[in-house]
C-alpha cells in the first residue's frame, strides 16, 4: 500500500473588519509601548514630559495599515483597554483614544498621515488625545476648567515626543512591512 504525503494549504484571509495582520502589528506596538511607558515613560516624566506610548503604537499603526474609520475605532478602544493599567483617570481613556484613534485615520486617509507626513499626524492626534483628557480629566476630577491650562506643556512636550517616535518608526516598519 503506497501512502502519499498530504498537502494542507492555508492562505490568510480576511472578511471582518480588522485584518491579523494588522491586529498583530497593534499588539506588537502596544507591548512595546506598555513596556516603554512604564519604564522611559515614568522616568521622563520628572522632566515634565510624559511620553505616552500606546497613543505612539495606535497611531503608527493606523499609519502603516491606512486604517479606515472603523479599523481606528478598534485600535483606539484596544489601546484605551491596555493604558487602564495605568490611567490616573479609568474610563476616561476610552473616550479619548477613541476620538484620537479618529483623527488619526482620518489624517491618514487625507493624505496627512502618510508619506512624509506622520510627524504631523501624530503630533494632532496626540494633542487631541491629551487635550480632551486634560480638559475631562479636569472637570471630571471636580476642578475648574481653568486648571487645565496647567497641562498644557505636559500636552505639548508629549505631542512633540511622540511625534518623533512616529516619525522615527514610520518609515523602517513601513519597509519591513513592504508597503
Same mark, same amino acid.
Given at each position: ?74 485600535? *483606539? %478602544? ?6 487602564? &493599567? @495605568? #490611567?490616573?483617570?479609568? $474610563?476616561?481613556? =476610552? !473616550? ?18 502618510? *508619506? %512624509? ?6 503630533? &494632532? @492626534? #496626540?494633542?487631541?488625545? $491629551?487635550?480632551? =483628557? !486634560? ?45
Amino acid at each position: 500500500m503506497a501512502t502519499e504525503a498530504r498537502i494542507v494549504s492555508a492562505t490568510a484571509k480576511s472578511t471582518g473588519l480588522v485584518d491579523i495582520k494588522s491586529l498583530v502589528l497593534l499588539a506588537i506596538l502596544l507591548a512595546a509601548g506598555f513596556i516603554l511607558n512604564m519604564t522611559l515613560g515614568n522616568a521622563l516624566a520628572i522632566v515634565g514630559i510624559k511620553p505616552q506610548f500606546i497613543i505612539a503604537a495606535y497611531a503608527l499603526t493606523i499609519a502603516l495599515t491606512n486604517a479606515n474609520l472603523g479599523q481606528a475605532a478598534i485600535y *483606539g %478602544l484596544l489601546s484605551a483597554a491596555v493604558i487602564q &493599567l @495605568t #490611567t490616573s483617570i479609568p $474610563g476616561l481613556n =476610552f !473616550a479619548t483614544e477613541l476620538v484620537a484613534a479618529l483623527v488619526m485615520s482620518a489624517l491618514v486617509r487625507t493624505g496627512v498621515g502618510r *508619506g %512624509l507626513n506622520p510627524l504631523v499626524a501624530a503630533f &494632532l @492626534t #496626540t494633542l487631541v488625545s $491629551g487635550g480632551l =483628557f !486634560a480638559v475631562a480629566g479636569t472637570v471630571m476630577m471636580g476642578a475648574e476648567l481653568a486648571t487645565a491650562v496647567v497641562k498644557v506643556p505636559i500636552v505639548l512636550g508629549t505631542a512633540v515626543f511622540n511625534a518623533a517616535v512616529v516619525q522615527a518608526l514610520f518609515f523602517p516598519l513601513n519597509k519591513v512591512l513592504g508597503k
